[in-house]
Every structure is written in C-alpha cells, then in structure tokens.
C-alpha cells in the first residue's frame, strides 16, 4: 500500500539490498559523518522528513529561513543540512555529481549523490530559525558546532539500524507505524511528543488531547489512539535518560492507567534545536508523516529559557493555511494539582488560581533525586519505582544523565 505524507507526496523510502549496494560501492571515496547526521540519515531514508530525499541545498535553505517553505512552496521551518569540514572535501576530491559513501563508526550508512556543495552564513540561519545568536541558547551551540560547508544531495540507505534493547521494542518506521495504526482500527491518532518521563500531569496532557480529539464523535464511532512520540536523541545533563523516558511511559500502558487499544509508544531519532514555535510546526508535520491527524502542543513546547513566549507554539500555527498542513494542532493549556478541588484540574476551568501547584519539573527531580516516592497524584508509583530501577540498570545509579552516562551509555543503535 502507498502511504501519503506532508505535501502530500508519498512517503520516501530510500533503502537499498545489501546485493544492490555491492554494485553502487565499487570504487567510492567515504567519508565519515557526524552522530547528528547519521541519525538524520537514518530519518531520511524511512521518510520522516518526507518530501525530502535527502539533505538541502543552498536554495532550499534560504527558502526555509526566510519563508518557512521549501523552493516549491511546501511548508518546511528548519533547515535539514549536512556540515562537512573543507578540508575533507579536498582530501576525498568530493565534486558536483560524485556518488560518496557515508559512513557512521567506521561502518558503511548510505550512499549521498552530491548536487551541490556551498557555504552558509551559521549566523543568518541561527537568527531565523531560532530567533538569536546567543550562545546560551542549545540550538545555537549546537549550530556554532558545524562546520561551514555543507553538502546538498539524495541519500540511500544501505546498512539498516540495529537498535539495542529497549530501544528494538519501540523503533517503528512511518509505514510500520500506519500499518499498526490500521491493525488496531485507529482512524484519529493524537500524537504526544515527550522527552521526559511522565508525570500525572503529562498524563492527564494526553487525556484532554484524546478527548478534543474525539469531540465531535458520538462514543460508538471513537476509534482513536495516542501514540507516545518519543524524543531520542542528544541528552544534557541533567535530562532524563533516554531508556527511563520509553520504558516509564510504556508503564502507563502496561499498569492500564491507559487501555490497550488505545495507547502505544514508539520513538523518533531527532536533535533538539530547541527552536521553540518553528520546531513545534517540524514536530507537527514529521508526526503527520507517521499517520497521525491530531498534534497536542502544551505550555512552551519545544522551548527553553525564556527565548519564546510560552504559548508561541500556539498562535504560529494561526499563521499557517489549513491546507499546508495534514495535522490539527490540539493546543493545551497546563494542568495543576489544586489542593481545594482535591484533584489534577485544568487551568481552562479551575477558579483557585492562588491556590494551585504547578507540576514543577524542577521540584519533581528533587524528590525523585532524594529517592523519596512522590504522592501518586504526581507520579504513579509504578512509574516511579520503575524509573529508580532504570536508573541502576541503565543510569549508572542516575536517573538523570550524567557525565558518565552521557560517555559510557550503550549505544541506542549499531550500523554492521
């Protein structure tokens, strides 16, 4: 069956047999690419990032700085690029037209047909895509981290990912994820993006946004389901580790505080630029590519610090046509514990403003640092329970990344 994605262009699947690969190597120069690359190869290649087939060109990343679409007019707000160091260019003698192998740990990932080689002004794309150049701000350090030329070209994967345990239990393509969509009945899926471990707030996020979603369905007609998107990729410290975020979120589904048929959790490879309502618009379109037709976007979705005000991924999506975009935004306001109510309540309806406690990210770390169980109107107690185990299985006896964590970890995926 052929599955159709943002712009409305079937979904890209740019994959290679290993005895067709064989042909195509024969003689190519290799170069080595980045974690960041790899993994945008990788989301390449299975169609995430569809329409594109590969990473951009100069024009196309002009276009999406400057007017959020691609050249031919397809909405598209941040740059996907391949950085390459100059002298590697002429060490490899890499040219316009050269088919090179791209290579991840010394191990063959993809073959990337070069149509241009350019430079780009890091600054330019820096103050557009994420509003500064302020070194504070992650998306930029990240930005300032590569180099100043860049390859456009199609890529081809040849060497699948082999994911290791846990992440093999929830690595699912955009054609696998539709074909499961289909197998459960699921005719709505909402997506919630997530990169933290769930907290009853979060829950109770994914609760209103299935409801919203269902708004207009009479209750024998409801065949909705929530797909946890999870967020793999680089970690800070002080971030949770990424085996916690998948299994403690799969523990919600596995302790039926949400029903089977309603509810699965799967990941995406994805670098956080942290780029606050642009990134929201990326969020939406790359879910839309794994079948799903709502989108919950709560308080500051995808910012940090205080370089977006906190509903900015709210209003941006005012300013896009209907039609640019396959996904209905569910756009949330935040849920409080309010101790008068006795419950988790909702800022849209609660009048005991003085009185409510935030779920407080900050706070919650700090009990869960201290190992002391935080009330179940927090943090389900089998969630937490699970999350401290994580922490000495995979944490090095943290459940938040550390140095050792982040230079030690096992890898989430291996190229052979």
Same mark, same amino acid.
């Given at each position: ?28 120069? &290799? ?143 955009? &054609?696998?994820? &539709? ?177 409510? &406690? ?59």
């Amino acid at each position: 069956m052929k599955y159709f994605g943002h712009g409305g262009k079937g979904i890209v699947e740019r994959i290679l047999s290993s005895s067709e690969a064989k042909q195509w190597m024969r003689g190519l120069k &290799r170069v080595s690419v980045t974690d960041r690359v790899a993994r945008e190869c990788i989301d390449l290649a299975y169609g995430f990032f569809t329409p594109l087939e590969g990473f951009m060109g100069k024009d196309d990343v002009d276009s999406v700085c400057e007017k959020m679409t691609l050249t031919d007019g397809t909405l598209w707000p941040i740059p996907i690029v391949f950085d390459i160091a100059e002298e590697e260019i002429k060490k490899q003698k890499v040219k316009k037209g050269n088919n090179i192998i791209l290579s991840h740990n010394n191990c063959v990932l993809a073959i990337l047909k070069v149509k241009e080689i350019f430079k780009y002004d890091k600054k330019k794309m820096e103050q557009a895509v994420l509003g500064t150049t302020d070194v504070k701000h992650p998306g930029v350090r990240m930005i300032n981290r590569w180099q100043d030329t860049f390859i456009g070209g199609k890529i081809t994967l040849i060497n699948l990912p082999k994911f290791n345990y846990p992440f093999d239990k929830f690595w699912n393509t955009p &054609r696998q994820l &539709r074909e499961k969509f289909i197998e459960k009945g699921w005719e709505r899926i909402v997506a919630h993006q997530s990169r933290n471990v769930p907290h009853t707030g979060h829950e109770w996020l994914m609760k209103g946004a299935w409801f919203s979603a269902n708004e207009d369905l009479p209750v024998e007609e409801i065949k909705t389901g929530i797909l946890v998107s999870c967020i793999i990729g680089p970690k800070r410290i002080g971030d949770y580790i990424d085996e916690a975020i998948l299994l403690c979120h799969q523990k919600l589904h596995d302790e039926k505080y949400f029903r089977d048929d309603i509810h699965m959790v799967s990941f995406i490879l994805w670098d956080m630029r942290y780029a606050g309502p642009r990134e929201a618009l990326l969020h939406a379109i790359i879910r839309s590519n794994l079948g799903c037709t709502h989108h919950m976007f709560g308080r500051d979705h995808a910012g940090v610090g205080n370089y977006y005000d906190p509903y900015d991924a709210h209003r941006i999506f005012d300013q896009i046509p209907k039609n640019d975009l396959k996904i209905k935004p569910v756009r949330i306001l935040e849920w409080w514990y309010c101790p008068i109510c006795g419950e988790i309540t909702y800022s849209g309806l609660c009048g005991h403003i003085k009185e409510r &406690r935030q779920f407080s990210g900050t706070a919650i770390r700090s009990i869960i640092e201290d190992k002391a169980k935080p009330s179940k109107l927090i943090m389900r107690p089998e969630v937490f329970d699970l999350l401290l185990k994580c922490a000495d299985e995979y944490g090095f006896g943290s459940p938040f990344c550390t140095e050792k964590y982040l230079s030690k970890r096992q890898s989430v995926f291996l190229i052979s």
